[in-house]
């Protein structure tokens, strides 16, 4: 059985680091360093096409068993991810969606001795599920295989709201250009099952997308993005959605985005993390193709719903900054790397 060493995660400004321990006493410590061995032992993992195993355990302080859990790949490159299996067994194990007490989190994936360089935290998909139903303040530790580092966080430290105010009056010559948006995203909407007419939640979560990308570094296209939302709720987000109509258009080259909401300006629009993690892929497969780094800026806006033309509030972060901690295509090797920049290039000649 591999030895962990176990150190706490810190984020600041975006840039990972890791500390000493200090908050945590060593009756938790040891608790924590069996959690590894308990999901490193995980016989649940199927990734029939990554070949990228991902073990885990997720438990609770009135301990109800320590349920195991691992990802499973299916049908055409369809996952069930490690944290979405685990997050389903710990409350089948309670018989309650409502978890209660200190939750810890364990993943296991990845080999070499562990590092903050090769060490992952979960995707995008899987902090948009650990928010809404296990909650910010769970633990997160996750190690390699080999052993080595092992890093212990909070989902709140892979969360990101610290956004940078933007003058609204320095936006009123986008208003037109927001107006339009607004309009024509809402054609290509489709969610009957959370709209206006019955009653929203989460009504900032409700957003459009513009995408400003090309086929170079010198060309500049917008594509717009809307919720598509299926009756299997395997809904396509709106980022995504814009993305996907770039490729179409073989515009590779990202440069920038902008997010809009109906909202008080109270908050910025709540741009789910599974749709910031495509953004995020987005930019690496433009580093991949230009070789340079691809950080664009992100611009929220809300707007007064009975008045579009009313700017409420807006809010400027980046691609990395609001995605602290990825899970990236580095994960796979460089091998992979290598061949992805291959098939992007060859995308960009046809």
Known sequence: MPNWKLSRLKVEAGKPSVGAMTEFDG???????????????????????????????????????????????????????????????????????????????????????????????????????????????????????????????????????RYSSVEKSKLVGLIPEIKKLIWKAAEIQDNPYNNLSTGQRFPLRNYYAQVFAGQSKNELSSFLGALDVP?????????????????????????????????????????????????????????LLIGERCNPEVLLVTVDMFDVSRITGAWRTTVEEWLPFPFSPRCFGAEFLEDRRQKLKDKIRR
Request: charged share 25%; aromatic share 6%.
């Open 27 to 161: 009756k938790t410590i040891k608790c924590l360093e069996s959690a590894l061995r308990i999901a490193a032992a995980s016989n649940c993992t199927k990734p029939v096409f990554s070949r990228y195993h991902v073990k885990g355990m997720i438990t609770t302080e009135n301990k109800k068993g320590f349920p195991q859990s691992g990802n499973i790949e299916y049908g055409n490159c369809q996952a069930l991810h490690n944290e979405e299996m685990a997050v389903a067994a710990l409350i089948s194990r309670c018989n309650s969606s409502e978890v209660s007490g200190t939750r810890v989190l364990t993943i296991v994936s990845g080999k070499g001795e562990g590092s903050l360089e090769n060490l992952t935290m979960p995707c995008g998909n899987c902090r948009d599920i650990l928010r809404d139903v296990i909650g910010e303040d769970c633990l997160i530790v996750s190690g390699t295989e080999d052993g080595g580092t092992a890093i212990v966080a909070k989902l709140s430290d892979c969360l990101f709201e």
């Open 231 to 287: 009756a299997d709720f395997h809904a396509i987000y709106p980022i995504e959605d814009a993305l996907r109509a770039a490729k179409r258009n073989r515009a590779l080259v990202l440069k920038g985005v902008k997010v809009i909401s109906f909202g008080s300006g109270k908050n910025p629009p709540d741009v789910m993390y599974r749709d910031r993690q495509r953004l995020l892929e987005a930019a690496f497969d433009t580093e």
